[in-house]
């Protein structure tokens, strides 16, 4: 699962148009003041373990709620952070579980509407800590990096081993010549 996590001043959404996947909605518009928004995006790797997933994802948010201080969150399901997506069923699984999870631990909640078109506004409160990406690992129940042997990133690095290898034989041989990735 993939999440960007924008701390904002407010946040509104206007549902216009279903897709062949939209789930029912009673109501198309919705707005929160002073929450963090969370753009989400369900990956096919998740289907591995969607519980899994849900309490990694819950746990991760509210260490990130903690040092923000805020007690709101907006979920905006966001299919643009991965080119993976998994199937309907499980992101609503995984949103509605989110959801259930964060309430659980006294988080006030909204969730915009799967599936849907939507125009929206974000009004970023754009302090050093108002935005951040997590990659929620299925395998390991937390946030992972590109480091982590399960998961594909969209940021291939050579192993980190053989770059350390690199830089110590060019420093030792006097030359400040920088090794790249």
């Known amino acids: 699962m993939r999440i960007l996590a924008i701390h904002a001043d407010s ?3 206007k549902a216009n148009r279903k897709t062949k996947i939209a789930e029912e909605i009673e109501f198309r518009e919705g707005s929160m003041e002073d929450c963090v928004v969370l753009l989400s995006s369900v990956e096919k790797l998740d289907e ?3 519980p899994k997933v849900i309490e990694a994802s819950v746990k991760e948010v509210l260490q990130r709620l903690e040092k923000l201080k805020a007690m709101r969150v907006m979920i905006f399901p966001f299919a643009h952070l991965t080119s993976t997506l998994s199937s309907p069923a499980v992101a609503l699984q995984i949103l509605n579980g989110m959801q259930a999870g964060l309430q659980d631990a006294g988080v006030e909640v909204k969730r915009a509407p799967f599936g ?10 754009g302090h050093p800590m108002a935005e951040l990406s997590m990659t929620i690992c299925p395998y390991e129940g937390h946030s992972c990096d590109f480091l982590c042997p399960y998961c594909e990133n969209p940021i291939k690095l050579r192993d980190m081993s053989d770059i350390e290898a690199e830089r110590s034989a060019t420093a030792e041989a006097g030359n400040p010549a920088r090794v790249s990735p």
């Open 11 to 13: 946040m509104s959404y």
């Open 48 to 50: 591995v373990n969607p």
């Open 116 to 125: 849907w078109y939507k125009e929206y506004n974000i009004k970023s409160k």
